[in-house]
């Protein structure tokens, strides 16, 4: 028998990172910040989504992308809240979104006119740590009814996070949540994470993610 | 994606499918034409590399077991910190000893 060995040594992530990078040096040509919004499936994305479009889709030129992996659910769900386009990637089966994805996918959109890019990941708490998009920072929501342990199951989504964004708040007294220790979980896995405690429903603690947004878009250019 | 749907009903194994396919994409760049005369596909798994190593062995199997390829045995290398590379392929191109 012949056998050959070829030697490859290539990292598996190796095209999508390369991917990544051109999304990132593109959004950074046009001055857009594009944040990865992950969490587990029904942790509020959507919701806080459609509240941010709602207050500041206009004042920070605000697209989103949405990922799913059946249906156009969350980008009908967040047009409503819009007039831009709002871009749905149904990635078929797949459990992450994918740097290839969002390139296609800023393709449709204007970039000189967007100052603010959402990227809705799909609802997952493992995979997509693996996968760049091409993101400024990767922002993580983590509802108070899903057990205060999450972190120190998922770590590597929490290690790669910039920000935590504790959601649901407003069911605090319903639920035996210990907010307290949820967080030093949180931050025992990452200890430079940031935290915003809000509730979509509400609107406690809103104003403190807002101000953030504010302050993570570009400035709006005068000139021109 | 047929095949990644169906691994994924079996064992909820979506992550490491994704991640198999991938390095299939990796294995027909690299063989072309020479994709079916692939017996083995080494792969390097970290241990903090966030993939459980049977789950991937488990999505290679399936994946190298549909067209180009036909049937290719991983082989899973652990080894220490994030890495998560393609080590090697070996190719049987059926022709005899020299
Ligand atoms: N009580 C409460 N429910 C919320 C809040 N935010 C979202 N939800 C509910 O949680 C469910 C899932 O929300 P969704 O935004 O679709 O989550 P996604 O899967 O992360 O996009 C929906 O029924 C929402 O109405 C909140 O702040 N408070
Ligand atoms: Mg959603």
């Known amino acids: ?224 | 994606m047929g095949a990644s749907l169906r691994a994924a009903r079996a064992g909820g194994r979506v992550h490491e499918m994704s991640l198999a396919m991938e390095i299939a994409r990796i294995a027909e760049e690299k063989l072309g034409d020479a994709a079916p005369q692939l017996v083995t596909v080494a792969v390097d798994v970290g241990d903090c590399a966030g993939v459980e190593p049977s789950s991937l062995e488990f999505c290679l199997e399936a994946v190298f077991a549909t067209p180009p390829f036909a049937g290719a045995r991983p082989h899973i290398l652990r080894c220490s910190g994030d890495v998560l590379r393609v080590a090697y392929l070996e190719i049987d191109d059926g022709r005899p000893d020299d």
Not at chain 1, 66 to 81: E, F, I, K, P, W
Not at chain 1, 128 to 152: C, H, Q, S
Request: charged share 25%; aromatic share 4%; proline share 4%.
């Open chain 1, 1 to 224: 028998m012949a056998v050959r060995t070829i030697e490859v040594r290539e990292r598996v992530m190796a095209r999508n990172d390369e991917l990544a990078e051109q999304v990132r040096s593109r959004l950074a040509a046009h001055g857009v910040t594009a944040i990865n919004l992950v969490s587990s499936p029904g942790a509020g994305k959507t919701t806080l989504l459609e509240k941010t479009l709602g207050t500041l889709g206009e004042e920070l030129d605000i697209a989103v992308i949405t990922g799913d992996v059946q249906t156009q659910n969350d980008a009908d769900r967040l047009a409503v809240h819009t007039r831009r386009l709002v871009s749905a990637v149904v990635t078929g089966g797949a459990c992450h979104l994918d740097a290839l994805q969002v390139m296609t996918a800023i393709d449709a959109i204007e970039l000189d006119q967007t100052r603010l890019l959402f990227i809705e990941n799909v609802g997952n708490l493992v995979c997509p740590a693996n996968w760049d998009l091409g993101e400024k920072e990767m922002i993580i929501l983590f509802a108070v009814t899903e057990g205060e342990d999450k972190p120190l199951k998922y770590p590597k989504m929490f290690e790669n996070a910039r920000r935590v964004v504790m959601t649901k708040t407003d069911l605090l007294p319903h639920v035996p949540f210990d907010m307290d220790r949820a967080v030093a979980n949180a931050l025992s896995v990452n200890p430079k994470l940031e935290v915003f405690r809000v509730s979509a429903l509400t609107g406690e603690g809103l104003s403190g993610w807002f101000d953030f947004l504010r302050d993570s878009a570009r400035p709006v250019t005068t000139s021109g």
